[in-house]
């Protein structure tokens, strides 16, 4: 059976020739794969014609929408990925009827096949391209809950005087995080941590220099589920009782509820859902040009 796209030629370019003209592209919208380069033979005798397999080449949009699909397909996604826009960056939008295990827990997974198909689609490329992928409307919905937040966190910080600590985000996150407050004239925003835990402050103006900073909106469980932990609560002072026993009398005796004591640092997960993981020892760094 004949190979599909494959041309016969008495030579590797009578063969390329021949099928360019055959499928009505250029040299430059096609590429080529030599099968058999052919042999002249003796007289005429014994020779054998020379043979290309010719493919069209797919635009970046199609060659990333392409492995987009493949990928989704090996994990056992059904998905259909198409281009939005096609101008100085490259929007692709996803759509299946498994929505949230493309998006994954605050865009986790989307953002990675963000990051598979950015590098797809500058593959062989001078100028690099921004590609977006989304699904759903994903993205634009996550932006507007971000400013949200951004602007409760402001309000929050300005009431309670105290530095509040949202939990790790990508570095677009954190750039909407900190445009939402650029303007305010009470607080401001800093990016602290390292990779991949890097997350974003939101500081008063009167935030108090030793101010370690504390999460925001998680109940106490002490009986009194309408009052939210905005400050320090008592298992958290210095100098009582129970902070100067030995680390055995610190364990027993922490509150039912109470935020973790020592130097590990609490983050926000009331909305951006809740983590217990918590770092020791944060240091902070200075704001880079990504946030």
Same mark, same amino acid.
């Given at each position: 059976?004949?190979?599909? %796209?494959?041309?016969?030629?008495?030579?590797?370019?009578?063969?390329?020739?021949?099928?360019?003209?055959?499928?009505?592209?250029?040299?430059?919208?096609?590429?080529?794969?030599?099968?058999?380069?052919?042999?002249?033979?003796?007289?005429?005798?014994? +020779?054998?014609?020379? *043979?290309?397999?010719? $493919?069209? *080449?797919?635009?970046?949009?199609?060659?990333?929408?392409?492995?987009?699909?493949?990928?989704?397909?090996?994990?056992?996604? *059904?998905?259909? !990925?198409?281009?939005?826009?096609?101008?100085?960056?490259?929007?692709?939008?996803?759509?299946?009827? /498994?929505?949230?295990?493309?998006? #994954?827990?605050?865009?986790?997974?989307?953002?990675?096949?963000?990051?598979?198909?950015?590098?797809?689609? /500058?593959?062989? &490329?001078?100028? =690099? @391209?921004?590609?977006?992928?989304?699904?759903?409307?994903?993205?634009?919905? &996550?932006?507007?809950?971000?400013?949200?937040?951004?602007?409760?966190?402001?309000?929050?910080?300005?009431?309670?005087?105290?530095?509040?600590?949202?939990?790790?985000? +990508?570095? =677009?996150?954190?750039?909407?995080?900190?445009?939402?407050?650029?303007?305010? $004239?009470?607080? *401001? $925003?800093?990016?602290?941590?390292?990779?991949?835990? &890097? =997350?974003?402050?939101?500081?008063? %103006?009167?935030?108090?220099?030793?101010?370690?900073?504390?999460?925001?909106?998680?109940?106490?469980?002490?009986?009194?589920? !309408?009052?939210?932990?905005? #400050?320090?609560? &008592?298992?958290?002072?210095?100098?009582?009782? @129970?902070?100067?026993?030995?680390?055995?009398?610190?364990? !027993?005796? @922490?509150?039912?509820?109470?935020?973790?004591?020592?130097?590990?640092?609490?983050?926000?997960? $009331?909305?951006?859902?809740?983590? %217990?993981?918590?770092?020791? %020892?944060?240091?902070?760094?200075?704001?880079? +040009?990504?946030?």
């Amino acid at each position: 059976m004949e190979e599909k %796209n494959v041309f016969s030629g008495k030579s590797v370019d009578e063969a390329l020739d021949e099928g360019l003209k055959t499928l009505g592209l250029t040299l430059d919208e096609a590429d080529y794969q030599i099968v058999d380069e052919g042999k002249k033979g003796f007289l005429g005798l014994g +020779s054998v014609e020379a *043979k290309v397999k010719i $493919t069209p *080449k797919l635009d970046d949009g199609k060659k990333t929408c392409s492995f987009i699909d493949g990928l989704l397909a090996i994990v056992g996604i *059904k998905a259909v !990925s198409e281009v939005v826009s096609d101008g100085e960056s490259l929007v692709i939008d996803i759509k299946t009827s /498994n929505s949230a295990r493309v998006i #994954g827990k605050r865009g986790d997974v989307l953002d990675s096949i963000q990051c598979l198909a950015g590098a797809v689609a /500058n593959t062989g &490329r001078e100028k =690099y @391209r921004k590609v977006v992928v989304d699904c759903e409307n994903y993205r634009a919905q &996550r932006e507007q809950t971000l400013i949200g937040l951004a602007h409760k966190l402001e309000k929050t910080a300005v009431e309670t005087g105290r530095k509040m600590l949202l939990e790790p985000m +990508s570095p =677009y996150e954190r750039r909407v995080i900190h445009a939402a407050l650029a303007d305010s $004239t009470e607080v *401001k $925003t800093v990016s602290e941590g390292r990779e991949p835990a &890097r =997350y974003v402050a939101v500081i008063p %103006n009167d935030a108090k220099p030793y101010d370690r900073g504390v999460r925001y909106g998680e109940k106490r469980r002490d009986g009194n589920s !309408s009052r939210r932990f905005g #400050g320090n609560d &008592r298992g958290e002072r210095r100098g009582n009782g @129970r902070e100067r026993g030995n680390r055995d009398d610190r364990r !027993s005796s @922490r509150p039912s509820g109470g935020a973790k004591r020592g130097k590990k640092e609490i983050y926000f997960g $009331t909305f951006l859902g809740n983590s %217990n993981a918590v770092k020791e %020892n944060p240091q902070p760094t200075e704001e880079n +040009s990504e946030d």
